[in-house]
């Protein structure tokens, strides 16, 4: 188990603003977190991390904390502080039972193993990969995502959630964009019952100009 007390971002006296924490695989922590206490039940005193998301695209500071009881349902009780967001009660999945879909969730402290990164390293990072995009061909996210100025806040935000690279925000662009047209023109095809594509071209083009007023719309928001 990790000294949670001696690393810098995780002390008592680190603010959370200087500091950038991975984000979590929520399923993932939900599935070890359960193993874990099958073999190892909780117990009264056990350490475990107490996790928070903001807004889903970063995580907030882990709270280490010890188990205050164990109720007769065996729910895990601990006194966090994002009693705002959820309760203070946990399945033995780490789900809360007040919000088990919402961002505040619990992993056992032997199962956390995630350093924290100062925030002005990692961001001296994430824009060193970003300059990338003068070297690399990425016109047609452009026009997809409606400007240059929209991808790379697309991709500086992938980069943020996912802790990855610049190659692989892009790729993961890439796939977004795929799926998407692939779902657009079955869209179409279902729509259409004419072979002909000279006849299907109008209903092709006012598919595609629905679908840019939505993504405008989004933008201007």
């Not at 359960?34 to 190892?40: G, P």
């Not at 409606?146 to 806040?153: A, L, R, S, T």
């Given at each position: ?32 977190t ?7 039940p ?37 006194n ?9 009660s ?8 007040y ?11 032997e ?49 943020q959630?996912s ?27 279902k ?31």
């Open positions: 188990m990790l000294l949670f007390h001696k690393i810098p971002g995780l002390r008592d006296e680190d603010k959370q603003e200087n500091w950038y924490y991975k984000y979590r695989n929520f399923e993932e922590d939900r599935k070890n359960k193993e874990y206490y099958t073999q190892n909780p117990k009264e005193g056990d350490l475990v991390v107490v996790l928070s998301t903001q807004f889903t695209h970063r995580m907030d500071k882990p709270e280490i904390l010890p188990i205050e009881a164990i109720t007769k349902q065996k729910r895990i009780v601990v966090h502080s994002f009693i705002y967001y959820a309760g203070r946990f399945w033995r999945t780490g789900q809360n039972c919000a088990p879909k919402g961002q505040v969730h619990l992993v056992p402290a199962l956390y193993r995630d350093i924290p990164i100062p925030k002005s390293l990692y961001d001296k990072k994430v824009n060193e990969e970003l300059a990338k995009s003068n070297e690399i061909d990425i016109k047609d996210f452009s026009d997809f995502y409606g400007g240059m100025e929209n991808v790379i806040k697309h991709l500086k935000w992938i980069m959630t802790f990855c690279s610049y190659e692989k925000a892009k790729e993961e662009m890439q796939k977004d964009m795929d799926e998407h047209i692939h779902y657009l023109m079955f869209n179409i095809h729509r259409s019952n004419k072979r002909n594509f000279k006849k299907n071209y109008k209903h092709i083009s006012k598919f595609l100009e629905k679908e840019e007023e939505q993504r405008k719309r989004i933008r201007d928001i």
